[in-house]
């Protein structure tokens, strides 16, 4: 069993830059499929972004050039770095242990956290 959890959300501009973090604990995370999903206000969650086990990435499409997804085993964290932020991009994010088969990425296996919030705001 492994723990999440996510930092590094914050108030940033339009255009503007920001990094987050998915820190394990428990186990380590090098082995596992990792994905961001974001849930913006009165909406459901929705996948952002995958890292598989190899270091595989997969994107959703609005974010796709702008984000990247990252890990580094040495502190057990996933990364998502947000480029160019947009207004749409508002909303908290999560992390959670995901399949490595495209059909089973958009699919949280552990509990969800409590997120971190992100605000695209001028």
């Known amino acids: 069993q492994v723990q999440l959890a996510e930092s590094g959300g914050g108030l940033v501009q339009p255009g503007g830059s920001l990094r987050l973090s998915c820190t394990g604990s428990?186990?380590?995370?090098?082995?596992?499929?990792i994905g961001w999903f974001r849930q913006a206000p009165g909406k459901e969650r929705e996948f952002v972004a995958r890292?598989?086990?190899?270091?595989?990435?997969i994107y959703e499409d609005s974010v796709r050039g702008r984000f990247t997804i990252s890990r580094d085993d040495a502190k057990n964290t996933v990364y998502l770095q947000l480029n160019n932020v947009k207004y749409e991009d508002t909303g908290v994010y999560y992390c959670?242990?995901?399949?490595?088969?495209?059909?089973?990425?958009?699919?949280?296996?552990?509990?969800w956290g409590q997120g971190t919030l992100v605000t695209v705001s001028s």
């Open positions: 959670n242990r995901v399949g490595g088969r495209i059909e089973t990425m958009t699919t949280g296996l552990e509990a």
């Open positions: 890292i598989r086990y190899d270091n595989v990435p």
């Open positions: 428990g186990r380590t995370l090098s082995a596992y499929n």
